[in-house]
């Protein structure tokens, strides 16, 4: 079954980076583009873009773009979410999703289980 | 940028009542664009409908979703105790995704 395991929860400091990795499995990893999704406590979620595991091409949102950098291993099928210069609104429950398109769209039908970043001096 | 607005913010219901959820684009968007999650507590959230009116695998038909153009809706026929939860629309667009901000449906 399609399985999107995320790492653990992260407590960085203002001003530091944090990594977040996605390591998929039960489908062909270079077959599907993997998203960067994030929630604020109590908030909505923010599409962060995404990654293609095959080429390593990318498309940041440009709320974020100069701040993430999203990179992949193939031999290890796993993606990674790098963040820096982190503040405090930063905070958030971190998702890494798989993009199925279907009629010229995509949507997120896996979902990993979520990485906690907390920001906090 | 277009922006999605859900209605209401919370929607309270009992089990076995019907459910109607709306989410408004600023500007008219292919139907194909509009996508459905449902998010419980602790949890990720969960694909039920993509191109406004399509369920996804494994979603019961009791989730059907409608609309065009700027109006869309989500409609839950008979609620279960399960459904309780919070729901996102998303758009596709300009290869940019955008999130509503969710409606919470709660127990009355």
């Known amino acids: 079954q399609v399985q999107l395991v995320q790492s653990g929860a992260e407590v960085k400091k203002p001003g530091a980076s944090v990594k977040v990795s996605c390591k998929a499995s039960g489908y062909t990893f270079t077959g599907y583009h993997i998203h960067w999704v994030r929630q604020a406590p109590g908030q909505g979620l923010e599409w962060m873009g995404w990654i293609i595991p095959n080429s390593g091409g990318t498309n940041y949102a440009q709320k974020f773009q100069g701040r993430v950098t999203m990179t992949r291993d193939t031999s290890t099928s796993t993606v990674y979410m790098e963040l820096s210069r982190l503040r405090s609104d930063d905070t958030a429950v971190y998702y890494c999703?798989?993009?199925?398109?279907?009629?010229?769209?995509?949507?997120?039908?896996?979902w990993g289980q979520g990485t906690l970043v907390t920001v906090s001096s | 940028e277009i922006v999605l607005t859900q209605s209401p913010g919370t929607l309270s219901l009992s089990p076995g009542e019907r459910a109607t959820l709306s989410c408004r684009a600023s500007?008219?968007?292919?139907?194909?664009?509009l996508a459905w999650y449902q998010q419980k507590a602790g949890q990720a959230p969960r694909l039920l409908i993509y191109?406004?009116?399509s369920r996804a695998t494994g979603i019961p038909d009791r989730f059907s979703g409608s609309g065009s153009g700027t109006d869309f809706t989500l409609t839950i026929s008979r609620l279960e105790p399960e459904d309780f939860a919070i729901y996102f629309c998303q758009l596709y667009g300009n290869a940019q995704y955008t999130f509503g901000q969710g409606t919470k449906l709660e127990i009355k």
């Open positions: 999703a798989r993009g199925l398109s279907i009629m010229g769209t995509t949507m997120f039908d896996y």
């Open positions: 191109g406004a009116s």
């Open positions: 500007q008219s968007v292919s139907s194909s664009y």
